[in-house]
């Protein structure tokens, strides 16, 4: 099996079988980011995670039964102003669903992502998408705002943002424990992991914490 996953026919069929499913999942987000309906917005980007999910264990096992085993790249994503603050909680928590991790560098502007490649791509597309997808939703929440008398604040924007970036959190969190892992990749996944870990701590020896600011509304 290793010999076939690692002839020219073997990789071929992988990048064919990779490129169907990122245009699945690309679909899958624009439908989202095109919904007027939070709803299904939210079902669409949980489908789209899913698919990611599946897409990363694939790659794990093709990864595992390989010769040369390639360790985690690092990537920048910007986190523009403004709301800095909530796009990176949003941005952490797609990358710790995606089995990467994220550290914000707010002098500069930009996250830098840690993972293995296909993962971070992931990360990054829908990272993107639900950037878009929460601006429209930001817009609608304030129209109902201002429906009902009250005045667009940029305290109601951070913490609207701030809010969506949680839920986000949590249901992607939710459909990747649903993704199903035979037991014969959980020490690859762990020793992924760790691969990860280590990597962040070689790139950012000394990281803090910090808690989001402007939070009242």
């Given at each position: 099996e290793g010999v076939a996953s690692s002839s020219p026919g073997g990789r071929e069929r992988a990048r064919t079988a990779e490129s169907r499913m990122l245009g699945r999942i690309r679909a899958l987000l624009a439908?989202?980011?095109?919904?007027?309906?939070?709803e299904e917005a939210e079902a669409l980007s949980a489908k789209a995670q899913e698919l990611?999910?599946?897409?990363?264990?694939?790659?794990?096992?093709?990864?595992?039964?390989?010769?040369?085993?390639?360790?985690?790249?690092?990537?920048?994503?910007?986190?523009?102003?403004?709301y800095e603050q909530a796009k990176a909680v949003l941005l952490d928590a797609v990358a710790s669903a995606n089995h990467c991790r994220a550290v914000w560098n707010e002098a500069f502007g930009f996250s830098t992502v840690v993972g293995f490649g296909g993962d971070l791509e992931a990360v990054e597309l829908l990272y993107t998408s639900l950037l878009v997808q929460a601006s429209g939703a930001m817009s609608k929440a304030e129209a109902a705002q201002q429906a009902g008398g009250r005045k667009r604040t940029k305290a109601f924007r951070q913490a609207f943002l701030a809010a969506y970036a949680h839920r986000v959190g949590v249901r992607l969190g939710e459909v990747a424990?649903?993704?199903?892992?035979g037991?014969?990749?959980?020490?690859?996944?762990?020793?992924?992991?760790?691969?990860?870990?280590?990597?962040?701590e070689r790139l950012f020896p000394a990281t803090a914490t910090t808690r989001l600011r402007g939070v009242r509304d």
């Open positions: 439908k989202a980011e095109a919904t007027g309906f939070p990611m999910a599946r897409h990363s264990v694939d790659e794990a096992l093709l990864a595992a039964k390989a010769v040369a085993v390639e360790g985690p790249d690092a990537i920048r994503i910007g986190v523009d102003a403004p424990a649903e993704a199903a892992v037991e014969e990749l959980l020490p690859v996944l762990a020793s992924r992991e760790v691969a990860v870990g280590e990597r962040v």
